[in-house]
């Protein structure tokens, strides 16, 4: 059971938008920044959003994040093919003596 | 160009102990954390401690404390995660990242990933 809450899956079409939820609570996502993680089959995981809205160099306008109270979203506009992977949400949670913690990853899929 | 390369895939038997490697070039190795993080076959990431080579302070997730020993070489740029005695539970891929605390920038790059199997 993660301690960020993901939906197991999600899709779209070539061209379209979608949005990729993550909840959370006070000690994490609540009063900590969220980051995004795109693994693609095979591979290791790529920080695709940090502090909740920011890009890494290389990762495309595409590709964003938003955050309000405890929850969080990751859109993605103009869906292509080789958008098609598992996304993970991450945020520090302040319980437990601090800790980072993942969300159970949301497998896209693109028809 | 930071690079992160873990040491290569292993087959142990339960009871054995391991130490895999994470060698890190491209930037100051001794001013950023270095995070561990666990995938079991089909499963998600999870979190299982940090080290700062500088000064190898050490962090552990409450799920993994006890269970492994994180440590680190700043005289060769490298950290390890070890265990001392295998279960088949712990067969998983493990990756290293790095953290950027300056900018925020949490495991912004990433080994390339090292599998354990641990089969009787």
């Known amino acids: 059971q993660s301690v960020l809450t993901q939906p197991p899956s999600a899709s779209g079409t070539p061209g379209q938008r979608v949005t990729i939820s993550c909840s959370g609570s006070?000690?994490?996502?609540?009063?900590?920044?969220v980051y995004w993680y795109q693994q693609l089959p095979g591979t290791a995981p790529k920080l695709l959003i940090y502090?909740?809205?920011q890009r890494p160099s290389g990762v495309p306008d595409r590709f964003s994040g938003s955050k309000s109270g405890t929850s969080a979203s990751l859109a993605i506009s103009g869906l292509r093919s080789e958008d098609e992977a598992d996304y993970y949400c991450a945020a520090w949670d302040d319980s437990l003596s601090g800790r980072w913690v993942f969300g159970g990853g949301t497998k896209l899929t693109v028809l | 160009e930071v690079q992160l390369v873990q040491s290569g895939a292993e087959v142990k038997k339960p009871g054995e102990s391991l130490k895999i490697s994470c060698k890190g070039s491209?930037?100051?190795?001794?001013?950023?954390?270095i995070g561990w993080v666990r995938q079991m076959p089909g499963k998600g990431l999870e979190w299982m401690g940090i080290?700062?080579?500088?000064?190898?302070?050490?962090r552990y997730s409450p799920s993994f404390q006890g269970q492994v020993t994180i440590s680190a070489d700043k005289s060769i740029s490298t950290a390890y995660l070890q265990w001392s005695s295998l279960k088949a539970s712990d067969t998983a891929m493990y990756y290293c990242?790095?953290?950027?605390?300056?900018?925020?920038?949490?495991?912004?790059?990433w080994g390339q990933g090292t599998l354990v199997t641990v089969s009787s």
């Open positions: 990242a790095r953290i950027d605390y300056a900018r925020q920038k949490v495991f912004d790059y």
């Open positions: 080290i700062y080579p500088g000064d190898s302070d050490t």
């Open positions: 502090r909740n809205n």
């Open positions: 491209g930037y100051s190795f001794t001013s950023y954390w």
């Open positions: 006070s000690s994490n996502i609540g009063s900590n920044y």
